[in-house]
């Protein structure tokens, strides 16, 4: 890279930073980079912080020692999350999604890379201090979710599957029973795909009674697999007996009438949970 002005340096170096969330950079990266003495470099890294941080774009963490550096954490401000948030519960509330049983049609909103990097961003902030390894969830409209996730925590995913398939090689299959249904179907995970002893964060795209929530916990179980936290795109309020107590939910429907087609969606626990975490 040609030598830059400390301007183009700046930009050059935010949008690296941007671009490799979680990810420890060394100084002697950035001075190599920039063909620039660390005393700059740091000066540098110093005015990208604060920006960061009165912009509510995230933080940026320096780790001292030889095998230190600098992270940058991604954070969304409360105020963005609310306005976020409050945008989702009202294009849930849309009486044309309605399906039968209760359900939401959602693919619109899952498969607009936009809406998921936001939503990824979010929960990468409320779980940004816990020690995550990869991701888990289940296929198909869990996907989307999870690796918008797994782009700003810099973790793999996983994903589990109700059918076995042949080019993932050998599989960790259980049983389990449907919360809403309760009727037993089955999930299995490729063995080659999530190490002994993670630290996984599940995830899912709608929870109502959690039957697949927990099955997806308990498959973990197989792979000695530590729980780090539960996300959940949209909740269902009022599905019975909830099978899992503590997960953070984006947006929560409260009343779905299929007579009258009425459709009630409110804030989930994200703006609670996101105020916890910040206080610890």
């Known amino acids: 890279m040609k030598k830059l002005k400390r301007s183009g340096r700046l930009?050059?170096?935010?949008?690296?930073?941007?671009?490799?969330?979680?990810?420890?950079?060394?100084?002697?990266?950035?001075?190599?980079?920039?063909?620039?003495?660390?005393?700059?470099?740091?000066?540098?890294?110093?005015?990208?912080?604060?920006?960061?941080?009165?912009?509510?774009?995230?933080?940026?963490?320096?780790?001292?020692?030889?095998?230190?550096?600098?992270?940058?954490?991604?954070?969304?401000?409360?105020?963005?999350?609310?306005?976020?948030?409050?945008g989702l519960c009202e294009k849930l509330e849309n009486k044309e999604r309605l399906l039968p049983g209760g359900y939401l049609y959602m693919m619109d909103i899952l498969g607009r890379p936009r809406t998921m990097n936001e939503v990824g961003k979010m929960f990468a902030s409320v779980f940004a201090d816990r020690q995550i390894d990869a991701i888990v969830t289940v296929a198909m409209k869990g996907i989307p979710l999870g690796h918008a996730i797994g782009t700003y925590l810099d973790v793999p995913v996983s994903i589990v599957r109700r059918d076995h398939r042949v080019t993932e090689g050998s599989t960790v299959s259980i049983n389990y029973v449907s919360g809403s249904s309760r009727r037993i179907q089955t999930m299995s995970l490729a063995r080659r795909s999530l190490p002994e002893g993670s630290n996984v964060l599940v995830v899912d795209d709608f929870m109502k009674a959690g039957g697949t929530v927990s099955g997806m916990i308990e498959l973990l179980q197989e792979f000695r697999a530590n729980v780090a936290g539960i996300g959940v795109l949209v909740e269902a309020e009022g599905a019975g007996e909830r099978l899992v107590d503590d997960y953070v939910s984006i947006a929560r429907v409260e009343e779905v009438n299929e007579k009258t087609k009425n459709i009630r969606v409110v804030p989930g626990n994200f703006l609670t949970k996101l105020e916890k975490e910040r206080s610890r």
Do not use: C, W
């Not at 890294?45 to 960061?52: A, G, Q, R, S, V």
């Open 11 to 86: 930009v050059d170096m935010t949008n690296f930073l941007l671009q490799h969330p979680h990810e420890l950079i060394s100084l002697g990266y950035f001075t190599e980079r920039y063909d620039s003495a660390k005393s700059s470099v740091s000066e540098d890294l110093t005015i990208i912080k604060e920006i960061f941080e009165t912009q509510g774009v995230g933080a940026l963490r320096t780790v001292a020692g030889a095998s230190g550096g600098v992270r940058y954490v991604p954070k969304v401000e409360k105020s963005t999350a609310e306005l976020f948030v409050g």
